[in-house]
């Protein structure tokens, strides 16, 4: 499936204030709920739909409802700045979790905790991790998602990695893959170049 890169103008406007080193904690989250509305609203725009009947105030009508449940799964920890904003814009998303941290010495990814409502197989997931560096925290997300039943999976990420986004078309080619932007490279410590540093750290003033 394809690899969809937003290139949106707005976002890359406020990524820019993400991305600056001395951009405070708060408007660092700030800037990531405007993005998370913006990027729900691109990444839900072919969502399937079936007929609903219903009245107007003028007459009988034929409307529209979403077809399928969807279900939202942050990577923890940095994940988490995500969900606010993709729930103020699909309110009647329901809410799983992962948690999956990189040893920083080997780079390979853990799950640490999951806990997800049921219909997994029914639902349409949406996987959402501010960052996409080697690649594998997500890629081991999918398999562990699809594994407990999952099939209609779609990752969304603002900032990748080239290295992020070959591991997902290799690994996972039935998952669409949707990046706010692409970065450059990784650095020798597996950091996105020129990336916004530890998105966790960032997001919650740890370090
Ligand atoms: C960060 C980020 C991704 C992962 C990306 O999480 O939020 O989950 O790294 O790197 P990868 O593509 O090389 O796997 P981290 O493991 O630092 O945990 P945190 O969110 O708790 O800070
Ligand atoms: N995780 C982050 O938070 N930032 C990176 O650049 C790479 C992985």
Avoid at 132 to 158: E, H, P, Q, W, Y
């Amino acid at each position: 499936m394809a690899t969809t890169i937003l290139n949106h103008a707005l976002i890359d406007h406020k990524l820019t204030i993400m991305r600056e080193k001395d951009t405070k904690t708060i408007v660092f989250k700030d800037n990531l709920d405007e993005i998370a509305m913006l990027m729900a609203y691109e990444v839900t725009k072919e969502l399937p739909l079936v007929d609903k009947e219903i009245v107007t105030p003028i007459c009988p009508m034929i409307g529209k409802e979403l077809k399928k449940q969807i279900i939202l799964v942050p990577i923890l920890r940095a994940g988490i700045g995500l969900v606010d904003g993709f729930r103020r814009i699909i309110p009647t998303a329901k809410i799983g979790h992962i948690g999956m941290a990189r040893n920083e010495d080997t780079l390979i990814p853990e799950e640490y905790y999951a806990k997800f409502p049921s219909g997994l197989e029914d639902s349409i997931v949406i996987i959402v991790d501010p960052m996409l560096a080697t690649g594998g925290s997500a890629s081991a997300a999918i398999t562990n998602i699809k594994a407990r039943g999952a099939k209609d999976i779609r990752l969304v990420c603002l900032v990748g990695a080239p290295e992020g986004v070959k591991m997902i078309e290799e690994d996972h080619p039935d998952v669409e893959l949707i990046l706010a932007t692409l970065d450059e490279k990784l650095n020798e410590h597996g950091y996105i170049v020129p990336g916004l540093g530890d998105a966790g750290d960032r997001l919650f003033g740890t370090d």
